[in-house]
């Protein structure tokens, strides 16, 4: 049988040339080394991160009924450049980073400025939710996360009127994230993403704390991460330790670099290809078949349009933004 094979993945076209070079050598590396990727890497000082431990959660509804991307691929497929840009990096070079323990500042146009660790932000309500996730490289998973709804901690902070969106910001963490050293660095940190507050208060909009009934593995963005399921993979941002409300328009990572080829909403849409590749299918991951073996159509706003279409009510659809 033939087996899914990760470099066959597109996802090298949204990478600037010498990252893809420098990608090859990993994988070269990665290929005759297997596991031991992570030794030469590792400073004999770090303590070892915790390993993914159970996670209870209340069933939070939105199961779109389809096969579920089985948790192998989902947490050895990823994209967390900080670890690299190879899809396996994240896995493979991320058993430096500690996220424990953590804390998330929310800031900016608050009543209650506050700082949450692990602890209150499990207070606020786990819940499993599956999702399809759809990145903007044309493929797509079906995830089974547990989280919170991102509008029980916004509440908490009490957003002033004119609070208009909420940005948010990755870890920086050079001496845990191998991504983040060396010469070539493909993009600029902190990993920067943002919401519309009124996106960011959706019910759909979650902050996950874990996957497949367990705590977020490191390559998944642990300890919390965010999860907009109508919207293309980037805006998830991973391993958040600080959220600001604002009345301007955040910059984003990937809009920042190549405004042309990503927007700020970048909601999932067919009907918009990117200037490299169409949008109109997607390959749906795992299931042991080649790239491109379980192919489908992509759905306007990720087949979540009944839930979010009115947020967007008198902006064009026809364009990238
Ligand atoms: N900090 C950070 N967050 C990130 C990224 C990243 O490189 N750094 N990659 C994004 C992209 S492009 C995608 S598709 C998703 C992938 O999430 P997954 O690896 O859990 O499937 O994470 C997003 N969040
Ligand atoms: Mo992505």
């Known amino acids: 049988m033939r087996r899914y094979r990760p470099t066959a993945i597109p996802g090298s076209e949204i990478t600037p040339e010498a990252s893809y070079l420098q990608r090859r050598d990993i994988l070269r590396l990665g290929a005759a080394g297997g596991l031991a990727l992570a030794a030469p890497l590792a400073s004999p000082s770090l303590s070892i991160a915790a390993e993914p431990e159970p996670l209870a959660a209340a069933p ?64 606020l309500g786990l819940e499993e939710r599956t999702y399809r996730m759809r990145c903007v490289e044309a493929w797509s998973m079906v995830i089974p996360w547990i989280g919170f709804p991102l509008a029980a901690l916004l509440d908490k902070v009490e957003p002033q009127g004119s609070a208009k969106y909420v940005a948010f910001e990755t870890i920086v963490r050079a001496q845990e994230m191998p991504g983040q050293r060396g ?113 489908r159509p992509t759905l306007p706003f990720n087949g979540y349009g009944d839930e979010v279409a009115s947020l967007y009510d008198g902006m064009d659809l026809t364009v990238n933004f």
């Open 60 to 123: 939070g509804g939105y199961d779109p009924g389809e096969e579920l991307t089985p948790e192998a691929d989902a947490t050895s497929y990823n994209n967390f450049y900080e670890f690299g840009t190879g899809k396996g990096d994240p896995k493979a070079r991320s058993g430096d980073f500690n996220p424990r323990p953590w804390s998330i500042k929310v800031d900016g146009m608050v009543g209650k400025p506050a700082e949450f660790d692990l602890d209150a932000l499990m207070a």
């Open 183 to 295: 010469a070539f660095q493909p993009l600029d940190w902190p990993y920067v993403e943002g919401l519309r507050l009124d996106e960011a208060r959706h019910p759909l909009t979650i902050m996950a704390m874990g996957l497949y009934g367990k705590t977020l593995p490191n390559q998944n963005g642990a300890p919390v991460r965010l999860v907009v399921p109508w919207k293309y993979g980037f805006k998830g941002i991973k391993s958040i330790v600080r959220m600001t409300l604002t009345e301007e328009q955040p910059a984003s990572t990937w809009n920042r670099l190549a405004p042309n080829e990503y927007g700020f909403y970048a909601n999932v849409n067919p009907a918009v290809d990117h200037p490299r590749w169409s949008q109109a299918k997607e390959n749906r991951i795992g299931g042991g078949g080649f790239f491109g073996s379980n192919e």
